[in-house]
């Protein structure tokens, strides 16, 4: 049964309102706001990204049964089911992104939900375990959202960054204006969205792209640009680029928007009573710990304490506020656009907090 709405909190769905509605303080220094409005964008013309065989979506039915893309919407479980405690179901499957940049999000979660399971795996497997009913609840690619209904997306911990992210890069052996090849890192599906975009309107480069193994580095591929994402995107390449492009400052130069690269999501059929507290308790406890982790991660990974640290905590943010919402949002509607996602979805939260 579809919950309750609760609150309507963005009805504005131009790219006006998306930069105008939500105003935050990015921790980046930055001398000059940027906003999409401020972009020239390419002209287009009758050129979009064309995904065959693309099947409609029929997207999450709203509280009127309707279906739209026009509004975010906090959605609450019934009265009823809110009085009682949130204790979690015996054992909840769970998968998290295997880089170091979902450690913090992770923490003790074994001690707060006994007897369920943390698999960590790449994020494009998770989406895709997700999708199969491998798993109940999965830190995925904030894209595969948008490419299936019937999804919720149930605490507001996630993997953002507002500004530089460090660890999505695409290599450009070209001017990206004429990128004709592009290698995408097997493990990602948003960022490989992202890159596609980011190309198309920023550059009005529209290339063919190849897949890139999860083992492998830029030197394996020789298309003109390469995109690597997570732990191996942070280790210097061993050639020189014509451009190395971090999305996510990219991204915000451009829009002016947090953008969030994955979240935690289930199926709404699935019980994922007290699951929610459990991860927004994990995220609190990681953070309190983040030197810890980037002490013994770094060490693993092979990369100076301080870069790891700083990796975590000025790079990325772990908490879905309004800002990110509204680049979610703005992202899955210039993905919309150049048909890489289905256009018709709704954000659909359950009901945590929201900050
Ligand atoms: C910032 C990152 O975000 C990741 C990027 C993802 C993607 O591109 O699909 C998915 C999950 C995130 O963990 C990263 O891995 O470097």
């Given at each position: 049964m579809i919950p309750s709405v609760t609150a309507v909190i963005l009805t504005n769905r131009?790219?006006?309102?998306?930069?105008?509605t939500w105003v935050f303080e990015p921790p980046v220094e930055s001398t000059q706001r940027p906003s999409i409005l401020d972009s020239r964008p390419v002209n287009l013309g009758s050129r979009r990204w064309k995904r065959p065989g693309q099947q409609r979506h029929q997207g999450i039915p709203n509280a009127e049964g309707t279906v739209g893309s026009e509004q975010i919407m906090i959605m609450q479980q019934d009265s009823a089911k809110s009085k009682t405690?949130?204790?979690?179901?015996?054992?909840?499957?769970?998968?998290?992104?295997?880089?170091?940049n979902s450690r913090p999000l992770i923490q003790d979660l074994s001690e707060l939900l006994p007897g369920s399971s943390v698999e960590l795996d790449y994020p494009?497997?998770?989406a895709d375990?997700?999708?199969d009913g491998e798993m109940d609840v999965a830190l995925i690619p904030s894209i595969e959202y948008f490419r299936r209904p019937g999804y919720e997306i149930i605490s507001d911990?996630?993997?953002?960054?507002?500004?530089?992210?460090?660890s999505v890069k695409l290599?450009?052996?070209?001017?990206?204006?004429?990128?004709?090849?592009?290698?995408?890192?097997?493990?990602?599906?948003?960022s490989a969205t992202l890159s596609k975009v980011i190309l198309a309107e920023r550059y009005g480069s529209f290339p063919e792209s190849e897949p890139l193994s999860m083992d492998s580095m830029t030197t394996d591929s020789?298309?003109?640009?390469?995109?690597?994402?997570?732990?191996?995107?942070?280790?210097?390449?061993?050639?020189?680029?014509?451009?190395?492009?971090?999305?996510?400052q990219m991204w915000y130069d451009w829009t002016g928007l947090p953008f969030v690269f994955a979240m935690w999501v289930a199926h709404t059929s699935a019980d994922t009573t007290g699951v929610a507290s459990a991860l927004n308790e994990a995220r609190d406890r990681g953070l309190a710990n983040v030197t810890d982790i980037a002490k013994s991660e770094s060490a693993k990974l092979g990369i100076a304490e301080t870069v790891a640290l700083n990796y975590l905590t000025k790079n990325l943010h772990y908490r879905m506020t309004a800002a990110e919402r509204s680049g979610l949002q703005l992202f899955h509607e210039l993905a919309s656009r150049h048909n890489l996602v289905n256009q018709?979805?709704?954000?659909?939260?359950?009901?945590?907090?929201?900050a």
């Open positions: 131009t790219l006006t309102g998306f930069v105008n405690v949130a204790r979690p179901p015996a054992s909840v499957r769970l998968g998290a992104v295997s880089y170091l494009s497997r998770l375990s997700l999708a911990a996630c993997v953002a960054a507002r500004g530089e992210v460090m290599y450009c052996r070209v001017h990206p204006g004429k990128v004709r090849r592009m290698a995408l890192d097997e493990g990602s599906r948003t020789a298309a003109d640009a390469v995109l690597l994402i997570g732990d191996r995107a942070m280790h210097t390449p061993q050639e020189s680029f014509v451009e190395v492009m971090d999305l996510g018709n979805a709704n954000l659909v939260f359950s009901d945590f907090v929201t």
